[in-house]
C-alpha cells in the first residue's frame, strides 16, 4: 500500500470550516503522480515515451468531515489494469487518525499518445512499472 500523511492548510477549508471537496481530488493527483515517479514512471519517463494519463472518470464518496488540524492518512491502490496497461482503475482512501473512514476516490484512466493526441497502450517498460503499483485486495484484471 502506498500511504501518505496528510497536511490540511487553511487554504483547503470551505466557508464551512471543513475541507472543500475539490482538494480531496488534488490530493489524489498528487499522490498518483509521486507513485508513477517512485516506480520510474514520473514526468521524464513519460515526456520521453511520449505517453501521459488521461482521465475518464473520477468520483468520491464522503462519509465524514476533515477539519483544519485533523490527522488524515490518505492510502492508495491499483484497483485494476488491462493486460496490456493501457487502462487503470485506482483508489485513493482518505482516514482520520488511521481508522475513521471519511472519503473514497475512484479514479478510472487510460494513456494517451502526447503527439497523436489518441488512446495507446504504453510500452513494455511502462506496463512492467505499473504492475509494482501498490494492489487493492480487490483488485481485478480489467477485460
Not at 475539490?22 to 511520449?50: P, V, W
Not at 483544519?68 to 482512501?93: A, C, N, P, W
Amino acid at each position: 500500500m502506498f500511504r501518505k500523511t496528510l497536511s490540511i492548510r487553511w487554504s483547503d477549508l470551505d466557508p464551512n470550516m471543513h475541507v472543500r471537496h475539490s482538494i480531496y481530488y488534488d490530493f489524489g493527483a498528487q499522490a498518483r503522480t509521486e507513485i508513477l515517479q517512485n516506480l520510474g514512471f514520473g514526468m521524464t519517463f513519460m515526456k520521453e515515451h511520449k505517453i501521459g494519463p488521461v482521465l475518464f472518470k473520477e468520483e468520491c464518496t464522503f462519509r465524514r468531515e476533515l477539519h483544519f488540524g485533523d490527522q488524515v492518512v490518505m492510502d492508495t491502490h491499483l484497483l485494476g489494469l488491462t493486460k496490456d496497461g493501457s487502462r487503470y482503475q485506482i483508489e485513493h482512501t482518505f482516514l482520520k487518525g488511521e481508522d475513521t473512514f471519511c472519503a473514497r476516490i475512484i479514479v478510472t484512466g487510460a494513456w494517451k499518445d502526447t503527439q497523436k493526441r489518441k488512446l495507446t497502450i504504453p510500452p513494455d517498460e511502462a506496463i512492467k512499472k505499473m504492475e509494482g503499483w501498490p494492489k487493492a485486495d480487490d483488485f481485478q484484471w480489467i477485460k
